[in-house]
Nanobody, 123 residues
Framework: QVQLVESGGGLVQAGDSLRLSCAAS????????MGWFRQAPGRNREFVAT???????WHADSVKGRFTISRDNAKTTMYLQMNRLKPEDTAVYFC?????????????????WGQGTQVTVSS
């Protein structure tokens, strides 16, 4: 089992920055793919970014150039640096881990989930 705990959410104004963290514990492995998803009220869970292997990353078009995913394997922690935030970025952000490596873009590609952290961006 893998346990994931997100932190770093909050209420900010448009144009501000936030950094989310995801601490992993349990049967973690550096080979696991890890990702960030978000879910706004009344909407499906949406892919944000993923990292796998030796540092490969992929970001959704909606956040490309503003958000950056990274991972500190020594500390089994994943981050999401979010810059130039917009009101449409408001959502609960979830971190996830897949028990295998490779590009993973869909929620059902992941095996473990955190509880989520709220990000609210005011205009």
């Amino acid at each position: 089992q893998v346990q994931l705990v997100e932190s770093g959410g909050g209420l900010v104004q448009a144009g501000d920055s936030l950094r989310l963290s995801c601490a992993a514990s349990g049967r973690t492995a550096n080979s696991y793919a890890m990702g960030w998803f978000r879910q706004a009220p009344g909407r499906n869970r949406e892919f944000v970014a993923t990292t796998w292997g030796g540092g490969s990353t992929w970001h959704a078009d909606s956040v490309k150039g503003r958000f950056t995913i990274s991972r500190d394997n020594a500390k089994t922690t994943m981050y999401l640096q979010m810059n130039r935030l917009k009101p449409e970025d408001t959502a609960v952000y979830f971190c996830a881990a897949a028990a295998s490596s490779g590009l993973r873009l869909r929620p059902y590609d992941y095996d473990y989930w955190g509880q989520g952290t709220q990000v609210t961006v005011s205009s």
